[in-house]
């Protein structure tokens, strides 16, 4: 009986001896594959150097769009202020046309038939020649040709 216990013993043993070496190689193997995985210390500033160069060239590129959204504002800036000079002016065109037919004494039949008469009648209400220019669309030269010649003949 002695000789069954003994046997059992044995294997008992090399089962266990066999399972601690499986699970010995099964760690490594496991250990081995995590240091493969693991990212070493020259990944590790190679990915950091990236990431700097990446946030330079996002500063770089920011610092370019600021500008640009700069000269821009500026450009618009200009050309609102621009826009107003030229609102004002509108505005005292249509204010000179609209008192100007008040001072008209003539009636409006010959106003619409002889544009020098219109060059004079405005004239007349005290508006420049670029505003007649404006009003009548008759070309600058034209209205001060006419009013010059007005001039020389009234003389």
């Known amino acids: 009986m002695g000789s069954g216990w003994f046997v059992f013993g044995v294997v008992a ?12 190689t099964i760690m490594r193997a496991a250990w081995a594959q995590r240091e493969r995985d693991a990212l ?7 990915l950091e150097e990236s990431a700097v160069l990446l946030i330079d060239q996002l500063k770089s590129e ?21 826009a107003d000079v030229k609102l004002a002016e509108l505005k005292d065109a249509e204010a000179k046309v609209a008192s100007a037919p008040a001072q008209v004494t003539e009636d409006e039949s010959s106003v619409e038939s002889s544009p020098a ?3 004079l009648e405005f004239a007349g209400a ?16 034209e209205v001060n040709l006419v009013l010059s010649l007005h001039k020389k003949l009234a003389a």
């Open 13 to 24: 043993c090399v089962v266990v001896c066999s399972g601690f070496v499986i699970a010995v």
């Open 40 to 46: 070493s210390s020259n990944d590790l500033r190679a």
């Open 62 to 82: 920011a610092d370019a769009a600021i500008t640009e959204i700069d000269k821009r504002r500026k450009a618009l800036s200009k050309l609102i202020k621009e």
């Open 117 to 119: 008469v219109r060059i």
């Open 126 to 141: 005290g508006m420049d020649a670029a505003d007649i220019a404006k009003v009548t669309g008759i070309d600058c030269a």
